[in-house]
Nanobody, 127 residues
């Protein structure tokens, strides 16, 4: 069982930055691939970025490439999402998710491959 708790969301101006964090319980954190998803009102939950258990491989949705960076610290059981150049279209609830490794590269993009989810943190970008 893995419990995930996100933090770091908030209100930011267009062009600003935020860093989201996700803290995980358990002693086997490095055996889980981690992902960040987001869901805007009236829309489906969508993949943002993912990282392999040891942090060697990262994957990004096209709409965040060059703006967002995912990282993890397995010693601290945390995964972070640095978000730069935010725009109003990035407004959503952001969710952290964990899925048992190994993930093949295509698996990161689908919510069904993740067994554990956090409660989400709201990110609002004002124009």
């Amino acid at each position: 069982q893995v419990q995930l708790v996100e933090s770091g969301g908030g209100l930011v101006q267009n062009g600003g930055s935020l860093t989201l964090s996700c803290a995980a319980s358990g002693r086997t954190f490095s055996t889980y691939a981690m992902g960040w998803f987001r869901q805007a009102p009236g829309k489906e939950r969508e993949f943002v970025t993912g990282i392999s258990g040891r942090g060697r491989d990262t994957y990004y949705a096209d709409f965040v490439k060059g703006r967002f960076t995912i990282s993890r610290d397995n010693a601290k059981n945390t995964v972070s999402l640095q978000m730069n150049s935010l725009n109003p279209e990035d407004t959503a609830v952001y969710y952290c998710a964990a899925g048992r490794d190994p993930f093949f590269s295509g698996a990161y993009y689908y919510t069904s491959n993740y067994q554990y989810w956090g409660q989400g943190t709201q990110v609002t970008v004002s124009s």
